[in-house]
C-alpha cells in the first residue's frame, strides 16, 4: 500500500513508480483532468482515494468574498505558477471571475520575496479584495499573508482555517479531516481485499465557513447577518 496524501506531485509520482501496488491519494486536484484515475466513479487501474475539489470551490470562496466587500470590482488572485495545478487554479478562477462580473488580476509568487512583491503590486493595481490560491507554500506562509493582508489593508478570503486562526478575515474550505477519514476507510478495505478500481473516488461533503470578527472591525467591514448565519465559526 502506498500512501500519496496532500499533493498532486505526490500521486503522480507513485503513479509513475507502480501500476501494480494499491495507491490511495488525498489532494485537491482534478483526478481525472490530471490523469490519476479514469473517473471519479470507476477510477481504474490501482489508485483510488479523495479529493478537496478545489475547482468547484473557487467560485464559492469568491461568493464570500463578494458578499463580505460588495463593492469590490477588482479582486486579486494569489496564485504560485510553480505547481502543477496552477493552470487548473486559473481556468477555474477565470470562470468564476466571469460569473461574477468581477475583474481578477492574477498575482504569481511561489518564495517569501515575491509574496511581498505580490501583495505591492495589488496596492498598486488598486486590488479592493483578495483571494488567495490552494497550495502547500501558501498554507507554510499563512502568517506573512496575513500580516500583508493587513498592513495594506486588503479583505482576503483562504482556503483554509489555519489562515483565519493567525488572523485572516475569512476562509471557506472543505472539512478536510472528514476527506482524510474517508481515505483511511479505504486503506482499510483495500488491506482487506477490494480493488482501489472499484472505489469511487470520494468528494467532499462536508464545507466549512470561518470568519474572523477582530479582523473585519480593523478592516472597517460590517459583516451583514445573512453572512454571519452562514458561518460555521466566528472567531471573537
Known amino acids: 500500500m502506498i500512501c500519496a496524501w496532500g499533493s498532486l506531485n505526490a500521486a503522480l509520482a507513485a503513479k509513475a513508480a507502480t501500476r501494480t501496488i494499491p495507491i490511495v491519494f488525498v489532494n485537491g ?17 490501482n489508485m483510488t482515494g479523495g479529493t478537496y475539489d478545489n475547482s468547484g470551490i ?41 460569473a461574477l462580473d468581477r475583474r481578477m488580476p492574477v498575482l504569481n509568487a511561489s518564495s517569501e520575496d515575491e509574496i511581498n512583491s505580490a501583495f505591492a503590486k495589488a496596492a498598486n493595481l488598486r486590488v479592493q479584495a483578495l483571494l488567495v490560491g490552494p497550495n502547500p507554500t501558501f498554507t507554510a506562509r499563512r502568517a506573512q499573508i496575513v500580516a500583508l493582508a493587513a498592513r495594506y489593508r486588503i479583505p482576503a478570503n483562504y482556503f483554509r482555517r489555519a489562515f483565519c486562526d493567525v488572523g485572516g478575515l475569512s ?43 477582530k479582523t473585519a472591525k480593523a478592516l472597517g467591514l460590517i459583516i451583514p447577518p445573512t453572512v454571519l448565519a452562514l458561518a460555521n465559526d466566528v472567531i471573537e
Do not use: H, W
Request: net charge neutral; aromatic share 4%; hydrophobic share 40%.
Open 29 to 45: 486536484a482534478d483526478p481525472v483532468k490530471s490523469g490519476i484515475v479514469e473517473s471519479l466513479n470507476r477510477p481504474g487501474g
Open 58 to 98: 473557487l467560485k464559492k470562496r469568491l461568493e464570500v468574498l463578494c458578499q463580505l466587500v460588495p463593492g469590490a470590482t477588482a479582486i486579486g488572485f494569489l496564485n504560485n505558477p510553480t505547481i502543477l495545478t496552477s493552470s487548473q487554479n486559473l481556468e477555474d478562477m477565470e470562470a468564476a471571475g466571469r
Open 171 to 213: 476562509s471557506y474550505a472543505p472539512d478536510f479531516a472528514d476527506t482524510e477519514r474517508q481515505a483511511g476507510v479505504y486503506i482499510g478495505r483495500i488491506l482487506k481485499g477490494e480493488k482501489p478500481a472499484d472505489l469511487s473516488v470520494q468528494q467532499p461533503t462536508k464545507f466549512e465557513m470561518v470568519l474572523n470578527l
